[in-house]
């Protein structure tokens, strides 16, 4: 079984960047992708972005061109660089691992505790 484990959130101004972490140990099978998704209060997890292991990655069309993934793979750790964040980036934003199939990503079922990103207009 795989463990997450995010880092890296907080209060953060309209503008201002952040930069999410989140380790994975443990066992990883049938997942060859990782990814970030985020839910705000009232409404729904939904996918911020998903790297593969051979590191293409993809983006929700709210935030292509201000945050970027990237990944250690000696260190089993995904990096989710968040610029130019807008009050809408508000959220608790979860780790995952999972199976990516060309524009699809299917979630795994082990999630990280998730960490709190709260933009301040």
């Known amino acids: 079984q795989v463990q997450l484990v995010e880092s890296g959130g907080g209060l953060v101004q309209v503008g201002g960047s952040l930069r999410l972490s989140c380790a994975a140990s443990g066992s990883i099978f049938n997942a060859n992708a990782m990814a970030w998704f985020r839910q705000a209060p009232g409404k729904q997890r939904e996918l911020v972005a998903r790297?593969?292991?051979?590191?293409?990655?993809d983006y929700a069309d709210s935030v292509k061109g201000r945050f970027t993934l990237s990944r250690d793979n000696a260190k089993n750790t995904v990096f989710l660089r968040m610029n130019s964040l807008k009050p809408e980036d508000t959220a608790v934003y979860y780790c995952n691992a999972g199976v990516a199939d060309r524009n699809i990503y299917t979630p795994g079922d082990n999630w990280g505790q998730g960490t709190q990103v709260t933009v301040s207009s």
């Open positions: 790297i593969t292991y051979g590191g293409n990655t």
